[in-house]
């Protein structure tokens, strides 16, 4: 069954001969439904058209990646990551890496990049000059920094923060983001809470969750990993164990999706076909996947409320523990997941450290849009102007590193 971490004979087989005899798949975790870990293949080294192929199908049949150890290769610099992201899409700068992003939206006027010292690098190397250093390309506007140092050091009080909503990354724009993945630099390492965690848990402050959420679905949401995991949760394997009618009744249905309240929104299906091997599921299928900060969704033909507590029931739905998988990040990890195929939640973290122990220092990058397994890619000028802000293209010459 697509989705299902059983390991493919065929996978195997096509790896070995791609990348090399000890290329193989294992599972992330015993008895997930989805994810694996991807050995023995060499991040830093471009991709043939075959290759890129073969790992463009084990996404969509498996929905999380991970390649370890590409850290302990010496030199891995963050083009690779970006070089590799263009396989599955058009990287997009993250809009946090502009010093006046609220001003553009605003006002329009022209993106402007933050000066060498105030790039979250800059600010990220200062923490623990001695122990923790950037590596290289991180200044790249699409590298979005996921990180606790900046404002951290030695003589800093530490700080927690509560987890998120439960979300799919930039789901509310007309193409929605295909597909993330990640770079671990640092993962915590200490463990002095209380139940011998790296965090407690911290619920998030009164009004984070609309006050007429359902109480299980509030516990199901609240059920987060505390060792600085990524939470994620199956919507294929969520979707195919509704009854038929159900899933028939979920097809039908279309979200209005917005960033504002006073947006018009568009119209998208609640359940996504992926067009290269026909398998469905739910595509974020949360009311309120960023509380204040995007607007809820809505249903078209249903009002808010009856919005809410349909997705609720789906939410809650999708939520429990057998389609749940919290992953565990390892320095010199790189990690992909699908957003059409998962919905994903950030745990509760130390925001602010004093200790290099603590340090989470991830690089992600997204990207929209098709596949591409030859680069560069053949998007053109006027799509990446209609659907990337700002319009941005990897440079060739990082294509071609390596």
């Known amino acids: ?8 004979t065929e996978f195997n087989d096509a790896l070995r001969q791609q990348f090399g ?73 993250h809009p946090k890496n502009y010093a006046n992003y609220t001003e553009h939206k605003k006002h329009g006027v022209p993106l402007e990049l933050p000066t ?41 009080q530490e700080k927690l923060a509560s987890g998120l909503h439960w979300h799919t990354d930039i789901e509310f724009e007309p193409i929605p983001l ?11 390492t200490s463990r002095d809470a209380k139940n011998g965690t790296w965090v407690d848990n ?44 159900k899933q028939r009744q979920l097809e039908q249905i279309l979200v209005r999706r917005r960033l504002r309240v006073t947006d018009p929104g568009w119209l998208i299906p609640l359940v996504y076909t992926n067009p290269r091997t026909g398998t469905k599921s ?21 009002t808010d409320k009856e919005t809410r507590v349909f997705l609720d029931e ?30 994903h939640n950030a745990p509760p973290a130390k925001s602010v450290i004093n200790s290099a122990d603590d340090a989470r220092l991830m690089y992600r990058i997204s990207c929209k849009g098709e596949p591409c397994y030859q680069l560069p890619r053949p998007d053109s000028d006027a ?4 659907n990337i802000l700002p319009a941005y293209r990897t440079p060739e010459a990082l294509l071609q590193t390596g």
């Not at 295909?178 to 915590?188: D, G, I, W």
């Not at 799509?383 to 209609?386: E, G, K, N």
Request: with cysteine.
């Open 1 to 8: 069954m697509n989705g299902q971490a059983i390991i493919s």
């Open 21 to 93: 005899a000890a290329a193989h798949i294992t599972p992330l975790a015993e008895g997930q439904h989805m994810g694996v870990r991807v050995h023995y293949i060499d991040l830093t080294q471009a991709l043939s058209t075959a290759q890129a192929e073969l790992l463009v199908r084990l996404l969509d049949h498996y929905s999380i990646l991970s390649f370890p150890n590409q850290g302990s290769i010496d030199g891995f610099r963050l083009r690779y990551l970006e070089r590799l992201a263009n396989h599955f899409g058009a990287p997009i700068p």
């Open 116 to 156: 060498h010292e105030n790039q979250t690098a800059s600010l990220c190397n200062l923490a623990f000059p001695d122990d923790i250093r950037c590596v290289e390309d991180a200044e790249s506007p699409a590298v979005y920094l996921v990180t606790n140092l900046p404002g951290s050091g030695a003589d800093q």
């Open 178 to 188: 295909s597909t993330s993945m990640f770079f671990v630099q640092c993962a915590p």
């Open 202 to 245: 911290m619920p998030p402050v009164d009004g984070f969750y609309h006050p007429d959420s359902d109480a299980m679905l509030n516990q199901r949401r609240l059920a987060l990993p505390l060792n600085g995991e990524t939470a994620y949760a199956d919507t294929i394997r969520a979707l195919s164990d509704l009854p038929a009618e």
């Open 282 to 302: 739910l595509h974020s299928p949360i009311w309120a996947s960023r509380g204040k900060n995007v607007a809820p969704v809505q249903i078209d033909g249903l």
């Open 314 to 343: 789906i939410e809650a739905h999708i939520l429990q523990p057998k389609y749940r998988y919290d992953h565990t990040h390892q320095a010199g990890d790189v990690t992909l997941w699908s957003n059409f195929a998962t919905v």
């Open 383 to 386: 799509w990446l102007a209609d």
